[in-house]
């Protein structure tokens, strides 16, 4: 038996499974990250385990006078926050405003091919569960709370808010229901009309597109770039993304290398939505070199345009007059592997700071 990235993920992955505690092994996402050093260190980095490329900032030193410290926002970057602070010997308070933790990632219950990232969600929960971490669901901390408890330090892991395009009549589709942000769709997919057109193609909005076409949906997927994902850092995840927009991808096919070409996901490249009327979007090339509209039906229209920092919410927390430090996405909006590396950076600049 041979085995290499899971052993990157968990160095400690044997020991675990021959101690009968599978949920204590932290889960390969096979992102492949780790073989696509790009010359930054001899290690490659890892996505799930910060500490593959920060191990000389990992000493577990205990502190002689714990502090208390508050973690606002209960996604991958305020879980792995809170760990490694209560790993160090804080005492930490995980505020989550919904009923569950998971943040952004709770979206991997509904789409079959991202079941390793559910499985790396649920090991950060297990995690936090078994921890000496103090949970608040359904808690949003307000700076009187925070001050009023006597917290020395403030995580803010709130993530980011989508950005709503400036397209005439998208506000009016956003208020009645017929449009929604690519986040909100999952757990709602039958809601969801027939024909449906995503304004946004990077990372997001194609594997949405991929998503809700293995359902069935017919999907136009609009890009102002005439390239899709060219700006992708992991070479293989963009050409497993390419390949799946192009052939018909079910969870009950049986080689997922011979698929079927799709008919259900219209690529439209180079073009930028200009006004939106009715249940019709019109679209005109992103260069403007040519005088040139068209006007595309839908059903339900999906924004998958990014996302930016809330920066309502830091300056709320300020107000408590405890220092905060941003973390994930709000900072900005990034990757798993970005949330885990700063909440990790936060929680030894935190410990670092006695």
Known sequence: MGMARNFIADPNWGIKAAQGKPE?????????????????????????????????ESVHELPAKPKRVAVIGGGPAGMEAALELARRGHSVTLFEQSDRLGGTLNFSDYVFFKDRIKKYRDYLVTQIIKSSVTVQLNMQAKPQILANEGYQDIINATGAKPVIPSISGIR??????????????????????????????????????IHLASLGKDVTLLEKETELLKDSLLVEEREATLFYLTHRFSPDAKDFLHLPPADNIHLRLGYTAIEISGQTVTITPADNKADVKET??????????????????????????????????????GSIYEAVKSGFRAAIQIHGSL
């Open 24 to 56: 204590d092994i932290r889960p390969c996402i096979r992102c492949v990250r780790c073989l696509n050093a790009n010359g930054a260190t001899t290690l490659g980095e890892c996505t799930v385990n910060p500490h593959r490329v920060l191990y000389h």
């Open 172 to 209: 009016a589709l956003l208020n009645d229901g017929t449009a929604l942000f690519a986040r909100d769709i999952f757990g709602q997919e039958q809601h969801l009309g027939q024909s449906i057109v995503i304004i946004g193609a990077g990372a997001v909005g194609c594997e949405t597109a």
């Open 296 to 333: 595309v039906f839908f059903d339900t229209l999906i924004l998958s345009v990014g996302s930016q920092p809330d920066a309502t919410c830091q300056q709320s927390l300020e107000k408590s007059g405890i220092p905060v430090i941003p973390i994930g996405d709000a900072i900005h909006s």
